[in-house]
C-alpha cells in the first residue's frame, strides 16, 4: 500500500464549525515557522493580545488564547476559578450547559442547576430567584450562544445579576464571539472563553479567553493548588504577559497563532459592529429562503442566533441520507442536531467568513433539490 500526501476536498462549511476559512488566514498558517521565544515572534503574541481585547471588548490585561480548542478554555475557567466546595450556579439549556455542569463537577465544586427548555434562552428570572435562594453561591456559569439549539442568551442582564449579588461569572462565548455583540468589560463578565473556529473563522484549536481583575484575585488567593498543571492560568501568565522575561511553559503552536492574528485582524480591519451587522443580514437572508422552502425555526425569533440556524427536519425525511447528499453533490456541509435535537433538527451555520450570500444561495439551492 502506498501513501500519498492527503487533498481535502473544497467544501463549503456551514455546520455548527468548524467554518470556512479566509485564503489569507490559511496563508498565513503556511508561513515559515519560527521559535516561539524569538524576540519578533514575542511581537506578534504582544499584537495578538491587543487583537483578542478587541474582539472581547475588554482591558482585561489577561487576554491570552489557550493553546487547545474551545473545550479548552471552558476547562481553564472551571479549574482555575472553582475550588473544592465552591457552590455553582450553571444554567442548562443546551449541551454546553450540561457541559459546564460535568467541569463543576470535575473541578471539585458543587453544581446548583437552572435548567431552560432547550431552545429557549436561559431564563434571567429563574437565575434571580436561584440566586436569591441560596447566599453561598460563588459563581455563576452559562453559555451566551447555546450552539447546540441556536439560542442566544442575555448575558448584559446575567452579568448584572452575578454582580448584585457578589458572585463571578463564567461565560462560553465560543459561537457569540465575532458574530453578535460581546462587551466583557461593559457587561462586567469576569471569565469568558471562545473557539478559534466558530465565527473568527480560523483554524481549530484555539481558545480566546479573558479573566478579570477579580478572577484572577479568586485564582491568586486560592487555598489548593490547581489540579491541572497545562491549565493552570497562573503559569501559563509567565508566558504571555513576562515583559522581557518570557519563560517557557509549552511550545506555542506558532502557525495557528500566526492564523488566529490574521482571523482577527481581519475582524479589527471589518469593524466589530459592522461584522454583526453582517452576521444579522446574511441571517435575514437565509431565513427568508428557508421559510420559502416551509422550513420552521426551533428558536423563537427574538433569540435567535444569526450564526446558527436550527431547522426542524421536514416529516419523513430521512435527515442522515439529506446531509450525505450535500455533502457529496454540493461539496456542502451543515450540522445534525445534537441531543434533544438530534434526528429532528439540522443546524445551518453562517460564521464568520462563510457568512456570505454566496453560501446562502448555495445552501437553499441545494436543499431545495435534494428535497424535491
Ligand atoms: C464548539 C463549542 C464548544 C467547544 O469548542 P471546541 O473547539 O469544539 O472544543 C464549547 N461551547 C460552545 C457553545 C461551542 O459551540
Not at 476547562?75 to 450547559?97: S, Y
Request: charged share 20%; with cysteine; hydrophobic share 40%.
Amino acid at each position: 500500500m502506498t501513501i500519498d500526501s492527503f487533498l481535502p476536498p473544497h467544501r463549503t462549511l456551514m455546520g455548527p464549525g468548524p467554518s470556512d476559512i479566509s485564503p489569507r488566514v490559511l496563508q498565513a498558517l503556511s508561513r515559515p515557522t519560527i521559535g516561539h521565544l524569538d524576540p519578533l515572534f514575542i511581537g506578534m503574541m504582544d499584537e495578538l493580545k491587543q487583537l483578542l481585547k478587541y474582539a472581547f471588548q475588554t482591558e482585561n490585561a489577561f487576554t491570552i488564547a489557550v493553546s487547545a480548542p474551545g473545550s479548552a478554555g471552558m476547562e481553564a475557567c472551571f479549574t482555575n476559578l472553582i475550588e473544592p466546595g465552591d457552590k455553582v450556579l450553571v444554567c442548562r439549556n443546551g449541551v454546553f450547559g450540561e457541559r459546564m455542569r460535568e467541569n463543576v463537577v470535575r473541578a471539585g465544586g458543587v453544581p446548583v442547576v437552572v435548567d431552560d427548555p432547550w431552545g429557549a434562552p436561559v431564563c434571567v428570572e429563574k437565575v434571580a430567584q436561584a440566586l436569591e435562594a441560596e447566599s453561598d453561591i460563588k459563581l455563576l456559569a452559562f453559555v451566551h450562544a447555546e450552539t447546540s439549539t441556536g439560542a442566544l442568551s442575555d448575558a448584559k442582564a446575567l452579568g448584572a445579576l452575578a454582580q448584585k449579588h457578589d458572585v463571578l461569572t463564567i461565560v462560553d462565548a465560543v459561537t457569540s464571539l465575532g458574530g453578535v455583540p460581546l462587551k466583557v468589560d461593559e457587561w462586567q463578565l469576569d471569565a469568558v472563553y471562545s473557539g478559534s473556529q466558530k465565527c473568527l473563522s480560523c483554524v481549530p484549536g484555539l481558545s480566546p479567553l479573558t479573566f478579570s481583575a477579580k478572577a484572577v484575585e479568586k485564582i491568586q488567593s486560592r487555598q489548593t493548588p490547581i489540579r491541572s498543571w497545562f491549565l493552570d492560568q497562573s503559569l501559563v501568565l509567565g508566558y504571555w504577559s513576562g515583559e522581557g522575561k518570557r519563560s517557557y511553559h509549552h511550545t506555542a503552536p506558532v502557525n495557528s497563532l500566526y492564523a488566529l492574528h490574521e482571523a482577527l485582524l481581519l475582524l479589527k480591519q471589518e469593524g466589530l459592529e459592522n461584522a454583526w451587522q453582517r452576521h444579522r443580514d446574511m441571517h435575514e437572508e437565509l431565513k427568508s429562503g428557508l421559510e420559502k422552502l416551509g422550513f420552521r425555526f426551533v428558536v423563537e425569533e427574538a433569540h435567535r442566533l444569526p450564526q446558527l440556524n436550527a431547522i426542524y427536519v421536514p416529516e419523513g425525511v430521512d435527515e442522515a441520507s439529506i446531509r450525505r447528499q450535500l455533502l457529496e453533490q454540493y461539496n456542502l456541509e451543515i450540522g445534525a442536531g445534537l441531543g434533544d435535537l438530534a434526528g429532528k433538527a439540522w443546524r445551518i451555520g453562517l460564521m464568520g467568513y462563510g457568512a456570505r450570500k454566496e453560501n446562502i444561495a448555495l445552501c437553499l439551492q441545494a436543499l431545495q433539490t435534494s428535497l424535491l
